[in-house]
């Protein structure tokens, strides 16, 4: 099956600070997908990225996929406190995802 | 469109009880995944139904099943309980967008706990 790795598992930043993560895998994958759930919440579908290089926005957050389909980076600018949560990465095919074990974002107001 | 309902949301047990989880997926979709979070392993996939087949299954023990009925509706069933098996359990609605590529569509989960 297809594994991602997402390291480090938190980060703190303060707000109005720019945040980055990565999702990282050793195989070439069919797609990434981004979820975040809030504390006591559920994962809540974000983005898909499929293509090679595919670059999507929405809002703040800015998601890419490598060119080789081996990783994919968030980028949340001018962070702020409803953007705490963890943030997953998943891939698979048919509905059968792997995620990542997420990386837990707190902002300091 | 109404979201991915699960029920119960909250479920305490015994452990050697069984528990049956059930999941109404978003109209339309006819795929539906089960998955369980826990804070050790994180999230774990456990089987998938597709058209009332069950289309993928995850590394877990027979204790584990699941069913979908032919309005897309999905039950998952946990025999013999035992401690680790305290967890949410998440359902996801699934649709296709291409190829083999699908976006999915979490409900609130149910949390059990076993004692």
């Known amino acids: 099956g297809q594994q991602v790795m997402q390291i480090p598992q938190y980060q703190h930043v303060q707000e109005g600070e720019d945040f980055t993560t990565y999702c990282n895998s050793s195989?070439?994958?069919?797609?990434i997908q981004w979820y975040k759930q809030r504390p006591g919440g559920h994962p809540v579908f974000l983005i898909q990225?499929?293509?090679?290089?595919e670059v999507k926005k929405q809002k703040r957050l800015t998601f890419q996929f490598g060119e080789a389909k081996k990783n994919s980076s968030l980028h949340i600018t001018a962070t702020q406190t409803t953007d705490v949560g963890t943030y997953f990465c998943?891939?698979?095919?048919?509905?059968?995802?792997?995620f990542g074990k997420g990386i837990t974002l707190s902002v300091r107001p | 469109k109404a979201g991915v309902t699960q029920t119960p949301r909250y479920l305490i047990k015994t452990r050697g009880q069984q528990v049956t989880l059930s999941c109404s997926p978003i109209?339309?979709?006819?795929?539906v995944s089960w998955y369980q979070q826990t804070p050790g392993q994180g999230l774990q996939f456990l089987f998938e139904?597709?058209?009332?087949?069950?289309?993928n299954k995850g590394n877990f023990p027979g204790r584990f099943s699941g069913r979908q009925f032919s309005n897309s509706r999905s039950e998952m069933n946990v025999s013999t309980l035992e401690l680790g098996d305290s967890a949410l359990y998440l359902c996801?609605?699934?649709?296709?967008?291409?190829?083999?590529?699908?976006?999915?569509?979490f409900g609130p989960g149910t949390r059990l706990t076993v004692t």
């Open positions: 996801a609605s699934s649709y296709r967008t291409s190829g083999t590529n699908y976006e999915q569509y």
């Open positions: 195989t070439t994958l069919s797609n």
């Open positions: 990225l499929v293509k090679s290089g």
């Open positions: 998943a891939a698979g095919a048919n509905s059968k995802l792997t």
């Open positions: 109209s339309g979709h006819r795929s």
């Open positions: 139904y597709f058209s009332e087949t069950q289309r």
